[in-house]
């Protein structure tokens, strides 16, 4: 028995010493042994996609060729509000993203590897009490960044000092919203470096009406519904800008006569059936053609099976795919800035959404560094169409 139990003590005593000293010296430190503190996809600060993180509002410091900028702004929402936790939800989406594992076969490079300074600037501290005050807010920080001088040494983006009335390179900016109010101070400070803007507007809604029931104060009038009809009274937008992907109810065709007017032409959801994703991509670039661009993306254009987490939902939406192939069409065209908004985390499921539009932000990013649209490297072991 006694020898039972010393054969038992002395295996005991085995594996613990084995758990205590297999790693060695308890001294060493983490820095010698183990190297720099890396973060995991589920830890570290919340910065999209583990970027360098700045508070460049503050810190004058700061340059950058492109900016992540959150505008966590909701209460210009007509239906259901949570779009101020948008830029959380779409820095925590991409979470699994990180600069030196960006390659896409998709796009074929990787943004941040193209010469290109970008950061996340973090967010707007906008007000949530005071919509006028808000709106200011947004226009005085926006305008702050596109007054920086470039990170690079070298014209990061050429076109970008022709378009310019000063005749300098700006840097851009992707906005993660917010609801939609956010794009009319944004076009107000571009109109100041640009002038009028095309503006390529990826909706289930026109966001051109006049005003809302109820809207008897002119403050009011401001919301994510109307702010492109401001604009436009405004002279921010030029008369060649184009939806993509709308699907509403209207409350009948002089909605679309309105529409005209604000200087929209508009692509229906159901016309990706009727003439595909090529033809989309073409008639988007023929209606902008040669002029300053903003992409503006309501994560309410890809369907609610899809993307759930948004305040105003509307059924028979284009998938994620589609979206990302047209923007990608897009590449080359005189973009200015651009975002991704109305991610409204509370309706998610399984930050879907969330998820989904980080990936999109992904693709904004390298839509603003890519001259041309996307030609995939060769890659024989995949299969071409003609082969499937």
């Not at 300098?168 to 470096?193: C, F, N, Q, W």
């Not at 692509?267 to 902008?288: C, L």
Request: include cysteine; charge should be negative.
């Amino acid at each position: 028995m006694k020898a039972a139990v010393s054969v038992f003590l002395l295996l005991v005593r085995s594996v613990l010493g084995h758990d205590q000293h297999h790693f060695g010296d308890s001294q060493e430190t983490w820095l010698s042994k183990y190297g720099k503190q890396v973060d995991q996809p589920f830890s570290g600060p919340l910065a999209f996609s583990h970027l360098t993180y700045a508070r460049c509002l503050e810190d004058e410091s700061v340059d950058f060729d492109i900016a992540v900028l959150g505008i966590p702004f909701d209460t210009g929402t007509s239906y259901r509000p949570g779009a101020r936790f948008g830029p959380y939800g779409i820095r925590s989406g991409s979470r699994r993203q990180r600069d030196i594992h960006a390659y896409t076969l998709a796009w074929g490079n990787n943004p941040y590897e193209q010469g290109f300074k970008i950061i996340d600037c973090g967010d707007v501290p906008v007000s949530p009490f005071d919509n006028a005050l808000a709106i200011n807010q947004m226009e005085v920080a926006y305008s702050s960044l596109l007054a920086r001088s470039i990170s690079s040494k070298v014209p990061a983006w050429k076109e970008g000092a022709v378009l310019a009335k000063d005749g300098r390179e700006h840097p851009r900016i992707v906005s993660m919203g917010g609801d939609h109010t956010i794009v009319l101070p944004i076009l107000r400070a571009l109109y100041k470096i640009y002038g009028p803007i095309a503006v390529i507007h990826f909706d289930a809604h026109l966001d051109t009406w006049t005003g809302h029931p109820g809207a008897v104060t002119e403050q009011s009038r401001f919301n994510h519904g109307t702010f492109f009809y401001k604009a436009s009274q405004e002279g921010l937008i030029s008369n060649s800008s184009i939806h993509a992907g709308i699907r509403c109810k209207l409350l009948g065709l002089d909605d679309v006569e309105n529409d005209k007017s604000v200087g929209f032409h508009f692509i229906t959801s159901d016309d990706i059936d009727d003439h595909g994703v090529p033809a989309i991509i073409g008639r988007i670039r023929e209606r902008v053609g040669d002029n300053p661009v903003y992409l503006s993306l309501d994560i309410d254009v890809i369907d609610p099976g899809l993307a759930p987490g948004t305040g105003t939902p509307e059924a028979g939406g284009w998938t994620s795919r589609e979206v990302k192939r047209i923007i990608r069409g897009l590449a080359g065209l005189n973009f200015v800035g651009a975002d991704v908004v109305e991610v409204a985390p509370a309706y998610d499921h399984a930050e879907v959404t969330g998820t989904t539009a980080a990936d999109i932000v992904h693709d904004l990013l390298s839509l603003l560094v890519s001259p041309v649209p996307s030609n995939k490297p060769d890659q024989p072991e995949i299969w071409s169409r003609y082969e499937l």
